[in-house]
């Protein structure tokens, strides 16, 4: 298996499964955006997007689908919910909730402010910010009295889902989360899997600036 990543980038969430899950991996950190600054990465991913990942014939460039991926067809249920269970709808609705519900707007906040900044633009990322932190009810209100999402355990939805609130703190949006949200989120940095997968990327020689 091989992961194209940007440090702290939403290939993240692929690199903390596979680091929970101890599956062997080849790791390619190459500078953000990689599509400018990664010499010949358009013709890898022609989306120019990370995260991109290869194993055998299966080419993926969605983060929350590679982990998916992983649990199934390497029957990693342990971090993961199978159909039979009771938990499994709630299980796939956090893993989809992570990236269309939470990231997404997270995404334009980032775009308008940080990386296309202009007076009219940041307004509308300001704007996706207050959507961002109102989408976080859902997620709020279920780690105010459990550990984890589903299942009470730990799970890929807690990596895809608590990827996105560590952006938000890496965006510098993260002052607003309730007690209960920053506990979560401290709960799964604490992890040696997500400690792992920082030193992975620190660790993986720097690959293609341009
Ligand atoms: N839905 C995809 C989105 C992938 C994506 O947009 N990744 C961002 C990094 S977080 C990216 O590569 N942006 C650079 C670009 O669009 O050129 C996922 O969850 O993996």
Redesign the pocket.
């Known amino acids: 298996m091989k992961l194209w990543h940007?440090h702290d980038?939403?290939s993240l969430r692929a690199l903390w499964a596979l680091e929970e899950m101890g599956l062997p991996y080849e790791l390619e950190v190459m500078p953000f955006?990689p599509?400018f600054l990664h010499d010949g990465y358009l013709a890898v991913n022609p989306l120019?997007?990370?995260?991109y990942f290869v194993d055998g014939d299966h080419h993926m460039?969605?983060?929350?689908g590679i982990c998916h991926y992983l649990v199934e067809a390497h029957q990693q249920y342990l971090f993961g919910v199978r159909p039979e269970a009771p938990e499994y709808g709630a299980y796939l609705n956090w893993l989809y909730h992570s990236?269309a519900t939470l990231?997404f707007p997270q995404?334009l906040y980032l775009r308008y402010t940080q990386l296309e900044p202009d007076e009219t633009k940041a307004l509308v990322g300001e704007d996706y910010k207050k959507w961002y932190l109102s989408r976080l009810r859902m997620l709020n209100a279920r780690v105010t009295d459990h550990e984890f999402l589903v299942a009470d355990r730990f799970t890929i939805a807690d990596i895809a889902c608590g990827y996105a609130l560590y952006l938000g703190e890496n965006l510098g949006i993260s002052e607003a989360y309730k007690a209960p949200t920053l506990s979560y989120l401290e709960r799964l940095k604490a992890r040696s899997g997500f400690q792992r997968a920082q030193v992975a990327q620190r660790q993986a020689p720097a690959s293609g600036s341009a």
Not at 48 to 51: A, K, L, M, Y
């Open positions: 940007c980038a939403r955006p599509r120019g997007t990370v995260p460039t969605e983060s929350s990236d990231t995404t």
